[in-house]
C-alpha cells in the first residue's frame, strides 16, 4: 500500500520527468541561446556592450574584471551564468559577495533574465538563496564565510565584489578548481592596495594565468558625461580614480603608503618575525 510519503516521491518524479520535456519553443530558445549567449542580457531589454559580449563568450578557465561603479558587470555575469545553467545540464555554480544580500541580488538578476526568455528549463525550487532547474543546473548565493563554502564541488565559482571578499575565502575556494574542471570569475571596482585581488592584479606572474578585463567609466556609454564631470569636480581625487577609473590606491586611514612600508622591509632583516 503506497504511503504519503511515496506518493509525493512518485509525483516529484513524473514533474521532474516532465519538465524535461522539451517543446519545440524551447528548443529554439536554446539553440539561440547556445549560438548567442548575451540572449538573456537582449531578453532583459539589455543591449550589453562589446566589453560584455566578449567576457559572456570568454572560454578562459580564471577571469578576472576590474571595473567602473555603473559598469553593469554584475548583469554582465548573470548572464553569462543563466546562459551556462540552461545549456549545459548539471552545471553548478556558486556566488560568493562579500555579503549574503550582495550575492542574493546578483542570483536575482540570473532569475530575472531566466524569467526574460520566458522560462525554457523550468525550475524546481526557487528561493532568495538557491535556483535549480530540471536539467540538473544548479545556483547557490552565499556569503564571505570561508567554513561554510567547504564541501562544493562546483563547475563555476563567481567572487562579486573581489577586492573586498577575504583572503580567507579565495583561499577556501581555490581547492575547488585543481580538478580543472572549475572555472572561476572575479568582478570588483578597487578598494585599497591589499587583499588577494591586489595582489594578483599587480603581480604580472599571478596575472598572466587570467583573462583580464579593465573597463573605466570613460569605457561604459551609459555613465552620464556630464554627471561624470561634476563628480571629477566635487569628489575626493583618489576616490573618483578608484570608483571610475579603476586604480588602487592606499586605504584613505593609512599613516604610511603600501610602498613606503614595503621599502622599509628587506629580505634578509635580521628582525624579521621568527617562524613559529
Not at 572561476?184 to 599587480?202: I, R, S
Amino acid at each position: 500500500m503506497a504511503t504519503l510519503a511515496s506518493l509525493k516521491a512518485e509525483v516529484a518524479r513524473l514533474r521532474a520527468a516532465a519538465a524535461t520535456l522539451a517543446t519545440d519553443e524551447t528548443r529554439r530558445t536554446l539553440g539561440r541561446l547556445r549560438a548567442d549567449p548575451t540572449l538573456p542580457m537582449t531578453a532583459a531589454g539589455l543591449a550589453p556592450d562589446p566589453w560584455q559580449r566578449e567576457l559572456i563568450a570568454c572560454p578562459a578557465r580564471q577571469i578576472a574584471a576590474l571595473c567602473t561603479r555603473r559598469s553593469g558587470k554584475t548583469r554582465t555575469t548573470a548572464c553569462r551564468i543563466t546562459g551556462q545553467s540552461l545549456t549545459r545540464p548539471n552545471w553548478k555554480t556558486l556566488l560568493f559577495a562579500p555579503t549574503e544580500d550582495q550575492s542574493k541580488e546578483l542570483l536575482g538578476y540570473v532569475a530575472e533574465m531566466n524569467d526574460a526568455l520566458g522560462c525554457p528549463v523550468p525550475l524546481v525550487s526557487r528561493t532568495e538563496s538557491r535556483l535549480k532547474w530540471a536539467n540538473g543546473s544548479e545556483v547557490r548565493a552565499k556569503s564571505d564565510v570561508a567554513k561554510s563554502s567547504k564541501g562544493f564541488t562546483p563547475n563555476a565559482v563567481v567572487i562579486d565584489e573581489a577586492a573586498v571578499v577575504s583572503d580567507e575565502l579565495y583561499l577556501t575556494v581555490m581547492p575547488m578548481l585543481v580538478l580543472g574542471r572549475c572555472e572561476l570569475l572575479a568582478l570588483t571596482t578597487p578598494y585599497g592596495k591589499a587583499g588577494w585581488f591586489f595582489d594578483l592584479w599587480e603581480t604580472p606572474a599571478k596575472r598572466a594565468n587570467w583573462t583580464c578585463f579593465t573597463v573605466t567609466a570613460y569605457q561604459c556609454p551609459r555613465i552620464d558625461r556630464a554627471i561624470l564631470a561634476e563628480h571629477k569636480a566635487t569628489m575626493p581625487p583618489r576616490w573618483f580614480d578608484q570608483e571610475y577609473l579603476c586604480v588602487f590606491n592606499d586605504a584613505v586611514d593609512a599613516v604610511f603608503g603600501k610602498q613606503v612600508i614595503e621599502s622599509a622591509v628587506k629580505a634578509d632583516d635580521a628582525f624579521l618575525p621568527l617562524a613559529i
